[in-house]
C-alpha cells in the first residue's frame, strides 16, 4: 500500500506532467477525474490546501459506456475560497523568529457584522480527538438552506465514509447549528492541522498560525496551543478569546496575535500652570464694535487680590512597569519634578500644590518663584508704551501721567511728575510731586487725601482732604473735609471749591476780581446727590404736568362723545401713566426732605479762611447762608452764626503751626 509521502509525489507530479489532468486559470483549475471525490483529492493537492476551503462546479458528468467504449471521465472546475493556501510542510510546534517580523499580516478575528444579505446554510465537519463533528448552520435573510448533498460533499471532502444517511438527514433538516458526533476519530498525524509560533523580538507579542486539517485530520485543541505557549515560555497576556476564534472563525494560515505584554507607562513629569499671563509676547489689540482699537488698554499688570489661586502644580507621577509575554519586567522612568516656590505675600496650600496671595497687588514671577508685589513702580511716564494702568496695590510713577491715558489703584498713587487731562483714582491717597493741568477735562479723585503743589483748570474730589502748596486756579474741587493751600502763593482763584468742613488759604480770589464761588459746612458728596435729586425732581414734575395736561383734553373729548376708541385707551395709559409719575414724584420728595433735614442737623460748621487776603468777587456759602465779598478782607475766616455769615480773625488751621516750623 502506497504511503502518504508516495500519494503526495505521485499527486504532485501529475499535475505538473505536460499530459496533465488539470487546466490552470487564474484562482481555480479544471480537473478530470473518474470521480468527484477523486478531483477534490487532486485540488487538495494542487492548491496545497484541503476540501474545506475549496468549492467546485462540474462542467461534464462521467459516463461509463457500453464495454468501455463512450466512457468519459468527470470535469470539475474547483476553485479556493480562502484566503490564504496551506503550507503543508509545517511542522507540528515549529517555533521560529523571523527578523521581518513586523510585516507579518495577521487576522484580527472580528465578527462581520449583518449587513441584510441573504447568507445560505453551511455544512462543516469538525474532527476532533474526540471524534468526527458535523455541523449545519441555518440560512439568514432568506439564503438557501444546506442540502443534503452540500452535507456529503462536505463529509466527501474529509474523505469520511462511515456514517449513518438517516441521522445526517435529520442534522440536515434541524440545522441547528450546533456540532453532532457522527463517527469516530482515527488518527492519522499527517493530516492533521499544525501549528507555528512566531515571537517578536521583544518578546511583546506571540502570533499563532494553525494550518487547516486535509482529509481525516482533526483541528488542533485550544488546550494544545496553551501547552505551546508554555513550552515556549509565553506565560502573561495571553489571549484564550483570540485561540478559540482561530478554530471557531477557521483563520487558518494567518498570523493572530494570540499573546501581548505590557508595556511600561513612563511617568508624566510635574507641570506648574500660571494663573495669571507671564507672557506678553502675543499680546494683541482689541478693537471695539466701531473698529476702532484703543492702543492705550494694555493689561500689563497682572493684579490679584488675596486668596486668589496663583498657581497650581500637577505632580509628577512614577512610572508603572510592564512586562514580556516571558513575564521578564520592563522598568518605567518616573516623571520628573520642577520648582514650585512660593515668595513674598504668597503662601504654599497644605498640600503644597497650590501658590496663594496673601495680600492684593502685582503677581510676579522671577527666578522661578511667584510672589505678590504691593507697589506697581514705573519707571518713565505713563504713556503708549506702558498704557492705562488699573492695580490693587499702590502705583508709583517716576514720571509723568500724560493727557488721555488712565491710572487707577487700590492703594496709593504716587506721581513724581505731572498728571495731564487724564483720569486717576485712588481708593486712598493721591500724591502729585508737581502739578495737576487738567486743561478743563479728566478727573482726579481720591479716596481719603490728595497732595500736589498746584492743581489748574482741573477736577478733583478727595475723601477727606486736598492739600495744595503753591495754588488752585480755575478748578473744580470737592472735599470731604478741607481744602488747604498755604504754600509759598496760597492762592485759591477761580472755579469752584467746596469742602466738608474747612477752606483755608493765604490768598482768595484776586484784583481782577475773577469769580470764585467757595462752599463749606457740607460735604459735597451730599451736595452732589441733593442736586441730582432736585433736577430729577424737576424732569419728574414737567412730564407729570405734560401728563396731567393731555388727561385734560382727553377728558373734555370724552365729555363731549368725540372720543375715538383709540384715544380711549390712550386716556387708560396716561392715567395709569400719571399714578406711576405721582408715586415716583413722592418718593423723590422724600428722599429730599431726609437729605435736607440730615445736612441741616450736621453739628459741622464750616468755615472759609483767608491768611492775608479775601478779594471781592469771591462768593461764599457756609451751610445754607451765603455771603459775596465786596470789600477786601485780611486775615479773616468767614464762620455760619444763625444762618448768616460773619467774619471774625483769622483762625489758623489744624496742624499749621507744625507746618510753618517745618
Not at 505538473?16 to 484562482?27: F, K, L, P, R
Not at 478727595?462 to 502748596?469: H, L, S
Not at 481744602?483 to 471749591?497: D, Q
Not at 435729586?533 to 388727561?551: A, D, G, V, Y
Amino acid at each position: 500500500m502506497a504511503s502518504i509521502s508516495d500519494l503526495k509525489n505521485q499527486l504532485s507530479s501529475k499535475v505538473t506532467n505536460e499530459n496533465t489532468n488539470v487546466e490552470q486559470m487564474d484562482n481555480s483549475a479544471e480537473f478530470i477525474a473518474d470521480s468527484i471525490d477523486q478531483a477534490m483529492d487532486d485540488a487538495c493537492i494542487h492548491f496545497r490546501t484541503s476540501r474545506i476551503n475549496l468549492d467546485y462546479e462540474v462542467v461534464q458528468k462521467a459516463r461509463n459506456g457500453i464495454l468501455g467504449i463512450g466512457k468519459r471521465p468527470f470535469k470539475v472546475i474547483i476553485w479556493r475560497v480562502g484566503s490564504i493556501s496551506q503550507t503543508s510542510n509545517s511542522m507540528m510546534f515549529d517555533t521560529k523568529i523571523d527578523s521581518g517580523f513586523a510585516n507579518l499580516d495577521t487576522a484580527s478575528g472580528e465578527t462581520i457584522e449583518d449587513d441584510g444579505s441573504p447568507v445560505n446554510g453551511v455544512a462543516k465537519v469538525i474532527i476532533r480527538k474526540s471524534g468526527v463533528f458535523l455541523k449545519v448552520t441555518p440560512p439568514k435573510n432568506n439564503g438557501k438552506p444546506a442540502s443534503l448533498d452540500d452535507v456529503q460533499l462536505a463529509l466527501a471532502s474529509r474523505n469520511i465514509k462511515n456514517y449513518r444517511v438517516n441521522e445526517i438527514k435529520n442534522i440536515t433538516k434541524d440545522s441547528t447549528g450546533e456540532e453532532v458526533r457522527i463517527a469516530d476519530w482515527h488518527p492519522n498525524p499527517d493530516y492533521d492541522s499544525k501549528a507555528s509560533l512566531e515571537i517578536s523580538p521583544d518578546q511583546m507579542k506571540a502570533y499563532l498560525t494553525v494550518t487547516a486539517p486535509i482529509l481525516t485530520g482533526r483541528l488542533l485543541e485550544a488546550d494544545e496551543i496553551l501547552d505551546l505557549l508554555k513550552v515556549e515560555g509565553v506565560v502573561y497576556g495571553i489571549m484564550d478569546d483570540k485561540i478559540q476564534s482561530v478554530f471557531e472563525k477557521e483563520l487558518f494560515n494567518v498570523p493572530v496575535l494570540v499573546a501581548e505584554g505590557k508595556s511600561p507607562q513612563q511617568g508624566t513629569n510635574a507641570k506648574n500652570e500660571f494663573k495669571f499671563s507671564i507672557d506678553h509676547s502675543d499680546f494683541k489689540f482689541e478693537e471695539d464694535e466701531s473698529g476702532k482699537v484703543d492702543y492705550k488698554t494694555l493689561d500689563l499688570v497682572q493684579n490679584v487680590v488675596a486668596g486668589q489661586v496663583l498657581a497650581v502644580k500637577t505632580p509628577a507621577t512614577l512610572g508603572i512597569p510592564g512586562r514580556t509575554i516571558t513575564n521578564n519586567r520592563i522598568d518605567a522612568k518616573n516623571g520628573e519634578d520642577v520648582s514650585f516656590e512660593a515668595g513674598k505675600n504668597t503662601i504654599l496650600s497644605e498640600n503644597g500644590l497650590e501658590i496663594i496671595a496673601q495680600i492684593a497687588g502685582r503677581a510676579v514671577l522671577l527666578a522661578g518663584v511667584i510672589s505678590v508685589d504691593p507697589i506697581y513702580e514705573i519707571k518713565g511716564d505713563v504713556d503708549l508704551n506702558t498704557g492705562n494702568i488699573i492695580f490693587l496695590g499702590t502705583v508709583v510713577i517716576k514720571g509723568s501721567i500724560l493727557d488721555g491715558f488712565s491710572v487707577k489703584a487700590a492703594g496709593n498713587i504716587e506721581v513724581r511728575g505731572n498728571i495731564g487731562k487724564a483720569e486717576v483714582e485712588s481708593d486712598n491717597e493721591i500724591i502729585v510731586g508737581q502739578g495737576i493741568l487738567g486743561k478743563n477735562a479728566g478727573l482726579i479723585k481720591a479716596g481719603t487725601n490728595l497732595y500736589a503743589k498746584f492743581i489748574e483748570n482741573a477736577n478733583i474730589s478727595a475723601g477727606n482732604d486736598v492739600i495744595v502748596k503753591e495754588e488752585v486756579l480755575h478748578s473744580f474741587v470737592d472735599a470731604g473735609n478741607r481744602v488747604i493751600c498755604h504754600g509759598k502763593k496760597g492762592w485759591v482763584v477761580g472755579g469752584r471749591v467746596r469742602a466738608g468742613f474747612e477752606i483755608s488759604a493765604k490768598s482768595l480770589g484776586s484784583t481782577a476780581y475773577s469769580d470764585t464761588y467757595l462752599e463749606a459746612g457740607i460735604d459735597p458728596k451730599y451736595k452732589e446727590k441733593l442736586l441730582r435729586l432736585e433736577e430729577e425732581r424737576e424732569m419728574n414734575e414737567t412730564q407729570l404736568n405734560k401728563i396731567i395736561s393731555n388727561i385734560a383734553t382727553l377728558q373734555r373729548a370724552k365729555e363731549a362723545g368725540n372720543l375715538s376708541e383709540e384715544k380711549e385707551i390712550m386716556l387708560t395709559r396716561m392715567e395709569r401713566a400719571k399714578k406711576e409719575f405721582e408715586l415716583q414724584y413722592s418718593e423723590i420728595q422724600e428722599d429730599i426732605a431726609e437729605l435736607q433735614h440730615y445736612l441741616d442737623n450736621l453739628d459741622n460748621k464750616g468755615k472759609i479762611s483767608g491768611k492775608l487776603n479775601v478779594f471781592p468777587g469771591v462768593d461764599l456759602t457756609i451751610k445754607n447762608a451765603n455771603f459775596v465779598v465786596k470789600n477786601d478782607f485780611k486775615g479773616v475766616t468767614f464762620v455760619n452764626e444763625n444762618n448768616f455769615i460773619k467774619p471774625v480773625p483769622y483762625q489758623p488751621f489744624k496742624g499749621e503751626e507744625e507746618q510753618n516750623r517745618r
